[in-house]
């Protein structure tokens, strides 16, 4: 069966620090791993990896793939009260949209 | 600009009840999707379709349908609700060839 796991399911922590979410991976036909931010309401796309090994990088953000180990991290520099919300992780095994996601980590940035 | 939108976005409604929730999207993507999010369990997947007239059931597709009569709308009907289906429902879609979802705003459905 297929399947996704994130980790930590939750974190808090301060302005300023840096936080790397995890995500791993068994899935019988890769394709994409991806990473949303969902605030109160919607997901919105972070990253999409196809690669192991190549950084995408969005302001504070980062990501990076590791094919070979089957896992993802998202990395957040600097985080800011902003940075508060849940990021899921999710794989795409068909290149069709149909996505499964893991559980998700909660960040609460605190002042 | 194109969107993904559902509704109602909130609704409360009766044990036994027959209940459909809507979500229409103007990206002319050719494939829609429905999750529901309950704490713990991330995002499931209900049901799917890759196009007019075709649907496919997902891990959690019990006591859930759909369908799919043309590109814009994916309408999902609980035929019978239950309190287990209390949950956040959103609505996605994704153009063909890619990984990429875009979500609607999301309904939050309480059984009582």
């Known amino acids: 069966e297929d399947k996704v796991v994130q980790s930590p399911l939750s974190l808090v922590v301060h302005e300023g620090d840096t936080v790397t979410l995890n995500c791993s991976y068994e899935v019988t036909n890769f394709r994409s791993l991806l990473w949303y931010k969902q605030e109160k309401k919607a997901p919105t796309f972070l990253f999409m990896l196809?690669?192991?090994?190549i950084e995408k990088k969005s302001g504070r953000l980062s990501s990076i793939l590791d094919k070979k180990e089957l896992f993802s991290i998202l990395n957040i520099t600097a985080t800011q009260t902003g940075d508060s919300a849940i990021y899921l992780c999710a794989v795409d095994s068909g290149n069709t949209g149909k996505l499964i996601f893991g559980q998700g980590t909660t960040l609460q940035v605190k002042p | 600009d194109a969107e993904i939108t559902q509704s109602p976005r909130h609704k409360i409604t009766e044990t036994g009840r027959q209940v459909t929730l809507a979500c229409h999207q103007t990206w002319n993507h050719n494939n829609m999707f429905w999750y529901r999010q309950d704490l713990g369990h991330g995002l499931r997947l209900i049901h799917y379709?890759?196009?007019?007239?075709?649907?496919n059931k997902g891990e959690v597709s019990d006591g859930y349908s759909v369908s799919r009569s043309n590109t814009e709308d994916l309408p999902l009907t609980l035929e019978s609700a239950a309190s287990s289906q209390t949950s956040v429902y959103f609505c996605a879609s994704s153009g063909s060839g890619t990984g990429e979802l875009f979500f609607g705003e999301g309904s939050r459905l309480t059984v009582l």
């Open positions: 379709s890759y196009g007019v007239q075709d649907t």
């Open positions: 196809t690669s192991s090994g």
